[in-house]
């Protein structure tokens, strides 16, 4: 497509040569539309720095009064190429972080303009800069299919705690790496266990013992447990464990991975925040370094980052857990 500047380049040139040919200056800017003192400013130009001094230049955006500083638009791409899977909310959340009040349509305006408005071209461009820095990076795929569902409500931490297993991944040198994953329905805390699968009854037993005893250093009594049809839950072992230490087994309906939408979005989220980046940024040599991962970003999932889901409605799971404490304390 011909664009604007080389138009008007056109235009100029075309009036230096349409001049020489009929050999009338006066007639050439008649007929180009333009006035003499405009031509003998083109023609010094052109003798002195030749034709191409003729392209226009490009003008520097005006500033506006209310525009975003120049440093807070360097702190967000700096952030936006480091934590590539972060919409608009959770980037705006990490400014404010930094001392920075800026919104969230502010955010995905400087995005676009930047050419960093889609997720997959942040994570292509965090990719690009890891190849640089010698790297070596997966892919960069779109995601497709990601959870859904409704959202369930319990009135007391640890009244209904949603359980699942998710597949991370086949890691060269470390195996197939599956995660198990708990998260309270009430507060949104979440708990994670990484192991090598695949995934057995003894590896739910274990991990329904360590999500028990966090909860309890928490001071939250675990009741009920909520779990798909897998068979690492629905094994007979993993049953009367539950039965034994006194908590309730609820199972969703067959097929119906909506009815644990809580653990499920929290699984899309985590993917997308922890792993994806991580796995652009680093190798992992084992599952102890990957569970190191997971920890420090659950670190602020849980005290720091801030759900805009329509039951958080902008809060922290930290801050609905303190504010259940202070409630039995009153």
């Known amino acids: 497509m011909t664009t604007s500047a080389e138009i008007i380049y056109h235009r100029r040139v075309r009036l230096l040569d349409l001049a020489e040919e009929l050999g009338n200056i006066s007639a050439a800017c008649r007929q180009i539309g333009v006035s003499r003192t405009r031509y003998y400013e083109w023609k010094n130009t052109s003798e002195l720095y030749g034709l191409e001094a003729l392209w226009p230049r490009d003008r520097r955006r005006p500033a506006q009064p209310s525009e975003t500083p120049t440093h807070v638009v360097a702190d967000l791409l700096a952030v936006a190429v ?14 404010q972080e930094l001392g920075y009040e800026i919104g969230k349509t502010t955010v995905q305006r400087i995005l676009v303009d930047h050419g960093l408005g889609r997720r997959r071209q942040r994570i292509a461009r965090a990719a690009a800069i890891a190849a640089l820095a010698g790297i070596i990076t997966e892919p960069v795929t779109e995601a497709l299919g990601e959870p859904f569902g ?13 359980v699942d297993s998710f597949y991370i991944g086949n890691l060269k040198g470390v195996g197939k790496v599956y995660q198990l994953t708990a998260v309270d329905t009430c507060t949104r805390w979440a708990i994670v266990k990484l192991i090598i699968g695949p995934v057995t009854t003894a590896d739910t037993i274990r991990f329904i013992d360590h999500v028990r005893t966090t909860m309890r250093r928490l001071g939250i009594p675990l009741r009920r447990v909520l779990s798909d049809n897998g068979p690492e839950y629905k094994g007979l072992a993993f049953r009367h464990h539950l039965a034994e230490i006194g908590i309730d087994h609820v199972r969703i309906p067959p097929r119906s991975p909506n ?37 420090a970003w659950l670190i602020r999932y849980n005290t720091r980052r801030r759900n805009h889901g329509d039951y958080m409605a902008g809060r922290k799971p930290s801050e609905i857990l303190d504010t259940h404490r202070r409630r039995q304390a009153a």
């Open 82 to 95: 480091v934590e590539p899977t972060l919409g608009c909310r959770q980037l705006a959340d990490r400014l």
């Open 150 to 162: 409704f959202c369930h409500w319990a009135g007391h931490p640890g009244d209904l705690v949603a």
């Open 259 to 295: 009815h644990n939408a809580v653990c499920e979005r929290f699984q899309g989220t985590m993917l997308q925040e922890c792993w994806r980046p991580a796995f652009h940024r680093r190798h992992f040599n084992s599952v102890r370094q990957l569970q190191a991962e997971a920890n």
